[in-house]
């Protein structure tokens, strides 16, 4: 069979993956030699976390060609999960007014299913948009008026600190898996409304309902605390202070550094041991967040992986590619786009709690289109788009450049500027404006990949040259 245009042959493919991933350790080992391995671990956490956020939109427009731009809202809706398993509920915030909102809750629940249910009996008779308006609206009145007293007592409890309901307190790492499923019954109820669309379309409406869920989580304090943000969240890996406290640890410690402590006195050796189990602990830390997202990407991508080259996954495709004929064929192109969105927006919602979970702590107020949709749409089209593993190294690179580009960019001005006078006028303006070298080389390298590489740096491979 001939190649694509954009595919290359199979030994170049591996060369390439092999080049990609081994100059990719190679900067992240810069990065630790030059300026700290604390930095450089910190950097790779985010990059495991990135790659799994890559590999949700990837799933989305690399397999079925859907343009979501709604992913802020589904990793938000992770970070929410991380809230809600964690955290420990506040029994006089559930005194004060859980009731009420169990009940309002329950009362809307009930008008949505009437509504459904009407929708079904009185579909193509007179007066039907009229019957479902005035059920969804007392429904509403009603829950508000229950909800309402319940809120306002829930904030008062001691909202200096808590003036929410709180969370169920189970293991932060369950929370993850909440997190993918919430994502995926929220992108299930935004199919059914919005993959009938059409493309330009289905990206305004997912822009859309991803601001307002961001927006709910900023403003219903009895929730998420809105922005006075909820801190100190559990974590699945030890604290350091307690690190620094373990005799195995501190043993561990001492027999790393041997060679400098040994030549020390008692007194010299103690003072000398307390920053090296301080920093020890902080990479013991980060290491094992690093193992923990390792196993969740690699089991995300041999899924993925497993998904796309099975039938399903070559159905799937073949709909992305022409899916009149795929119609005409019978193949039911709006049920697999469904299964296509709530997937990818699982992934997604995964990787929104490894987030918040990693930050230890969720701030509804950080969320924003940049961060959160924007530069994960870059990582996908600069990796290679249907791509698992450019999805991968795509999440890898782009937030590497992110975060280092500012301090390159700052000592690039440095030694561009280093023969005029620290009291320069056109020296300080530069050195601060270092920080807008970032989105010019995050600009620059998308171009650059666009310009010479249009498919990506790993280019969608078909299964004969795998």
Same mark, same amino acid.
């Given at each position: 069979m001939s190649q694509r245009p954009h595919e290359i042959a199979r030994g170049n493919y591996y060369l390439r993956v092999i080049v990609v991933f081994t100059l990719m350790a190679g900067l992240l080992a810069l990065v630790g030699f030059m300026q700290?391995?604390?930095?450089?671990?910190?950097?790779?956490?985010?990059?495991?976390?990135?790659?799994?956020?890559?590999?949700?939109?990837?799933?989305?427009?690399?397999?079925?060609?859907?343009f979501n731009v709604g992913i802020m809202g589904f990793a938000a809706l992770g970070g929410l999960a991380v809230l809600l398993v964690a955290m420990p509920p506040v029994k006089e915030a559930w005194a004060a007014g859980?009731?009420?909102?169990?009940?309002? %809750?329950? @009362?809307? +629940?009930?008008? !949505?299913?009437?509504? &459904?249910?009407?929708?079904? *009996?009185?579909?193509?008779?007179?007066?039907?948009?009229?019957a479902l308006s005035a059920i969804l609206i007392v429904g509403i009145i009603i829950s508000r008026f229950v909800l309402d007293p319940g809120v306002a007592a829930i904030e008062a409890v001691n909202?200096?600190?808590?003036?929410?309901?709180?969370?169920?307190?189970?293991?932060?790492?369950?929370?993850?898996?909440?997190?993918?499923?919430?994502?995926?019954?929220?992108?299930?109820?935004?199919?059914?409304?919005?993959?009938?669309?059409?493309?330009?379309? %289905?990206? @305004?409406? +997912?822009?859309? !309902?991803?601001?307002? &869920?961001?927006?709910?989580? *900023?403003?219903?304090?009895?929730?998420?605390?809105g922005v006075k943000n909820v801190t100190n969240l559990p974590r699945p890996v030890p604290y350091e202070i307690e690190l620094q406290q373990a005799p195995w640890f501190i043993d561990l410690v001492a027999r790393w550094n041997a060679d400098s402590l040994g030549l020390l006195g008692e007194s010299a050796r103690a003072s000398a041991l307390?920053?090296?189990?301080?920093?020890?602990?902080?990479?013991?830390?980060?290491?094992?967040?690093?193992?923990?997202?390792?196993?969740?990407?690699?089991v995300i991508y041999q899924l993925a992986e497993l998904a796309l080259n099975s039938p399903w996954g070559r159905m799937v495709r073949a709909i992305r590619d022409n899916e009149v004929a795929a119609d005409a064929m019978g193949k039911d192109v709006t049920g697999r786009h469904l299964q296509i969105f709530v997937l990818g927006s699982a992934v997604v919602g995964i990787a929104g709690a490894m987030l918040v979970t990693l930050d230890s702590q969720f701030t509804p107020g950080s969320y924003n289109p940049l961060r959160y949709t924007f530069l994960i749409w870059v990582m996908v089209i600069v990796g290679g788009s249907g791509n698992n593993l450019g999805a991968i190294i795509g999440g890898f690179l782009v937030w590497f450049i992110w975060v280092e580009a500012e301090p390159i960019g700052f000592w690039f001005i440095s030694l561009l500027t280093s023969g005029m006078g620290d009291d320069n006028g056109l020296r300080k303006h530069l050195l601060d404006s270092a920080q807008y070298m970032r989105v010019i080389i995050m600009g620059s390298v998308l171009l650059l990949v666009m310009r010479f590489s249009p498919w990506g740096i790993l280019p969608e491979q078909t299964k004969q040259f795998k």
């Open positions: 700290s391995w604390s930095l450089a671990l910190t950097i790779v956490n985010l990059c495991l976390i990135s790659a799994v956020m890559a590999l949700g939109v990837n799933i989305q427009w690399g397999f079925a060609g859907l859980g009731i009420r909102v169990i009940f309002a %809750l329950i @009362i809307f +629940t009930a008008a !949505i299913a009437l509504t &459904l249910h009407t929708h079904k *009996r009185l579909k193509g008779k007179r007066g039907h948009g009229l909202p200096s600190s808590t003036g929410y309901l709180g969370g169920l307190g189970l293991p932060v790492v369950f929370a993850w898996l909440v997190g993918g499923a919430l994502a995926a019954g929220v992108a299930w109820l935004i199919g059914k409304i919005t993959l009938g669309l059409r493309a330009d379309y %289905l990206a @305004i409406a +997912t822009l859309g !309902i991803s601001e307002i &869920l961001v927006a709910v989580m *900023r403003n219903e304090d009895w929730l998420t605390r307390q920053p090296l189990l301080i920093e020890g602990s902080t990479i013991f830390v980060k290491l094992c967040y690093a193992g923990l997202f390792l196993v969740v990407l690699l």
